[in-house]
């Protein structure tokens, strides 16, 4: 099952993310069920995420959001998981 996770940024926590970036790197390596993944901008400025999660159920994806570094650091405004189908590419 894929998963989108769009994730908004809090207002002025470019350094949450940029403290919080290699950890947040390393936990997608690590755990493997991620099919793209990358920031969202504003210009050149990082405010948010969208990452593609391939996991068995929206239960994992919730898992797997709430696990992620970015997260447990408090840098999200809002983290919304919708079910998502691949078309083209």
């Given at each position: 099952?894929l998963?989108?996770?769009?994730?908004r940024?809090?207002?002025g926590?470019?350094?949450?993310r940029l403290?919080?970036r290699?950890?947040?790197?390393?936990?997608i390596?690590?755990t493997?069920?991620?099919a793209?993944a990358g920031?969202?901008?504003?210009?050149?400025?990082?405010?948010g995420s969208l990452?593609i999660?391939?996991?068995?159920?929206?239960?994992?994806?919730q898992n797997?959001?709430?696990?992620?570094p970015?997260?447990?650091?408090g840098?999200f405004q809002?983290?919304?998981?919708?079910?998502?189908?691949?078309?083209?590419?």
């Amino acid at each position: 099952m894929l998963i989108a996770l769009i994730a908004r940024d809090k207002d002025g926590a470019l350094q949450t993310r940029l403290d919080n970036r290699a950890a947040h790197l390393a936990y997608i390596e690590e755990t493997g069920v991620v099919a793209q993944a990358g920031p969202l901008l504003d210009g050149d400025a990082m405010i948010g995420s969208l990452i593609i999660l391939e996991v068995e159920d929206m239960a994992a994806a919730q898992n797997w959001a709430d696990n992620d570094p970015y997260a447990k650091a408090g840098l999200f405004q809002s983290v919304d998981l919708i079910t998502w189908k691949k078309v083209i590419g």
